[in-house]
Each structure stands twice: as structure tokens, then as C-alpha cells.
């Protein structure tokens, strides 16, 4: 049986208006690490609140363990004993310590115990030589990880992490998401996170969900979702995808094509159609070229980082299309 699951849920917060999700259905199992990805105002954070017991919806039910999750009016402290969200909102106490901090989510019957898991927890987050630290000593991304060792010092069963990517660079982003996986794998914690960054999901989960305009558009592997994004909408949210259409070289017409920008490979010799070369960005790993076929921009990665000038001719070869549902 999954650990938790949503049946056709849907919460609109502005009648006759459009907003919050709606007829949501999803299956989460044990230990899984979730992916909500959708662009600003598609629903991501409404679906986390449902989830965790903070929104209760119209219609529809949540169930965790197979038994209903209670909403605010219904218990004191919304949110199921089993279940911690992080949200981005700071909620710890800004001129305590760090271990303090952490540590007051234990009670004080044994002192001696209450120390060790706290440093325990600090180790396992990598954050125990902040220990001493106040709170408003430390950057966004540590405030972030002390907030999420806070939550699983009380080794909950689920965890809810709203953005947890959002203020950290690239260094501590693999850090991080290795944290999660590691929380997910050794500690079985089931993690069902929300981000607008593709790169966090595809890294990282057993399960994606796209959303978009509240409804789930596509779920699944993200391999899968990647490679077969079957939408315009999600082919582009996962890796700025070409959407080509009407174009000689396509293998149909009125048939729209998904082709990711490392796809492509451009020459000076030949290829299946001439291309002008609009501009060139360097980009570390590659260089981002926007060359223009029949008026239609297309965007490029090119490894090779050829001096391309603007305004030349070059060929550009398509290596794979993915046809997109119409
Ligand atoms: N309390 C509320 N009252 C009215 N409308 C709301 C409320 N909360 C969310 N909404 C609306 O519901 C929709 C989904 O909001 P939500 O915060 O879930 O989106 P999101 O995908 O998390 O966005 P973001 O990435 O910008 O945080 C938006 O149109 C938002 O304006």
C-alpha cells in the first residue's frame, strides 16, 4: 500500500476564479523522494499544505497510512505526528545557537541522550561545526540545512521541503541534495520536495510531478519524463527545449517536435538545413548558440565552442526529435 495517497483532491482558494490545484491524484510510497516542479503560481506550494494537513480540500481526500489526514479545524497543530514541512520562511529562533535551536524539538528527560542526538543530527547534516553559532550568524543555505536537522531530529516518517534549493549555490546544492538522498536511503524518511529548478528534480527523485496551472500535466521517472516529455510544457521546464513546428527539415509537418538545444550540432559544411547564426554565449560547459531557420530562432549547445560569428551561414543537423502530443 503507498504511504500516502490523493484522490481527484482539489482546493480553489477564490470562487469562480481559477487557483490553488485541482484534481489532484498521486501515490507516494515509502522511503521515495517526490519532485513537484511547475512554474511560479502553478500550484507547487498548495499541493506540499494539502499534503501535509495545513489546507484541507474541497473535494477529494488525502490519506495517509490509508486513514484521512486531518485539517486545521479538525486538530490544533495541523499536520499529521509523522510529518515535517520545511518551509522558506525562517521559523527558527534568530538569536539562539544552533544546537539550541535543534535541540529544544526534544523533551528533557534524558539530557545526556537529548546532547547526542543532537549532535548525531548535526553530523549527519554536516553542520556540526556551527554548532555554536547563532542563527543570524549564518548564510540563507545554513539557516536552510539547521532548519531541515530541526525536523528530522524528531525522525519523522515524512519530510516536506518547500524549495529547499532556493538560496544555496551550485557547491552546497550537491551537498544538499546528496543529504537528502542519504536521509531518504538510511533513515527510510519519505521526502516530497517542491522547486522551480528542473535540475534539483531530475538529480534527485524517484518521481516527478509537473504541474502547471494547478493540474498535474505529466508524473513519473524523471528519465522517462525527460525523454519523453510528450508536452511543450514539459519539455521546455526540463531542459529549454526547441519547440519546432512547420519547418522544412522537420520529419512531419503540423506535427510540433520537442529537440533539446545539446540535440543539434551545427557545421560549416553540411546538414539538413542552412542556418544563420544569430548569437553566441559562453556558458562554461558548452557554449549557447541562437542560430535562425525560416525566421524560427533555435537555440544551441555547442561543446565545441566553434568561433562562430554572427550573421554567418552554418548547416545545422537535427540528432533527435521527440514528438510532442497535439
Ligand atoms: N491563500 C491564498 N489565497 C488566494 N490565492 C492563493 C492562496 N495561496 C495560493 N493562491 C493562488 O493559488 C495558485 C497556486 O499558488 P502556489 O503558492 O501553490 O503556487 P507555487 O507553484 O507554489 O508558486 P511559487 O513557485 O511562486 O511559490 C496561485 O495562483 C496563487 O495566487
Not at 5 to 22: H, M, R
Not at 87 to 111: C, G, H, K, W
Not at 113 to 119: E, G, R
Amino acid at each position: 500500500m503507498s504511504l500516502i495517497q490523493l484522490k481527484n483532491v482539489s482546493k480553489n482558494f477564490v470562487e469562480g476564479i481559477a487557483s490553488g490545484v485541482s484534481g489532484i491524484s498521486l501515490e507516494v510510497s515509502e522511503g521515495e523522494i517526490v519532485t513537484i516542479l511547475g512554474e511560479s503560481g502553478s500550484g507547487k506550494t498548495t499541493l506540499l499544505k494539502l499534503i501535509y494537513g495545513y489546507l484541507i480540500p474541497q473535494s477529494g481526500e488525502v490519506l495517509y497510512k490509508g486513514e484521512k489526514i486531518k485539517g486545521p479545524s479538525e486538530k490544533l497543530i495541523p499536520g499529521h505526528d509523522e510529518m515535517k514541512m520545511v518551509t522558506q520562511e525562517v521559523t527558527l529562533n534568530l538569536y539562539a545557537r544552533v544546537f539550541d535551536n535543534i535541540a529544544s524539538q526534544l523533551s528533557n528527560t534524558d539530557l545526556q541522550a537529548k546532547s547526542q542526538l543532537t549532535l548525531q543530527t548535526m553530523e549527519f547534516l554536516r553542520i556540526e561545526h556551527l554548532a555554536e553559532k547563532k542563527i543570524v550568524e549564518l548564510s540563507g543555505g545554513e539557516q536552510q540545512r539547521v532548519a531541515i536537522a530541526r525536523a528530522v531530529i524528531t525522525e519523522p516518517k515524512v519530510l516536506l521541503l518547500d524549495e529547499p534549493f532556493s538560496q544555496i549555490d551550485s557547491i552546497l546544492k550537491r551537498q544538499l541534495r546528496d543529504d537528502i538522498e542519504r536521509l531518504a536511503k538510511f533513515l527510510k524518511i519519505t521526502v516530497i520536495m517542491v522547486s522551480h529548478d528542473p535540475t534539483d528534480g531530475l538529480a534527485l527523485s524517484d518521481q516527478l510531478l509537473i504541474v502547471k496551472k494547478g493540474k498535474i500535466v505529466r508524473q513519473g521517472h524523471p528519465r522517462n519524463l525527460y525523454l519523453h516529455p510528450q508536452k511543450a510544457y514539459v519539455a521546455s521546464l526540463l531542459g529549454k527545449a526547441n519547440l519546432l513546428k512547420n519547418l522544412s527539415f522537420l520529419p512531419k509537418q503540423e506535427t510540433e517536435f520537442a529537440v533539446y538545444p545539446h540535440q543539434i550540432k551545427l557545421s560549416y559544411t553540411s546538414g539538413s538545413a542552412e542556418a544563420i547564426v544569430k548569437s553566441t554565449h559562453f556558458s562554461g560547459a558548452f557554449q549557447e548558440v541562437e542560430v535562425v531557420v525560416e525566421s524560427k530562432i533555435i537555440l544551441v549547445h555547442d561543446p565545441e565552442f566553434t568561433p562562430f560569428v554572427n550573421g554567418e551561414k552554418v548547416f545545422l543537423d537535427v540528432l533527435h526529435y521527440e514528438e510532442l502530443e497535439q
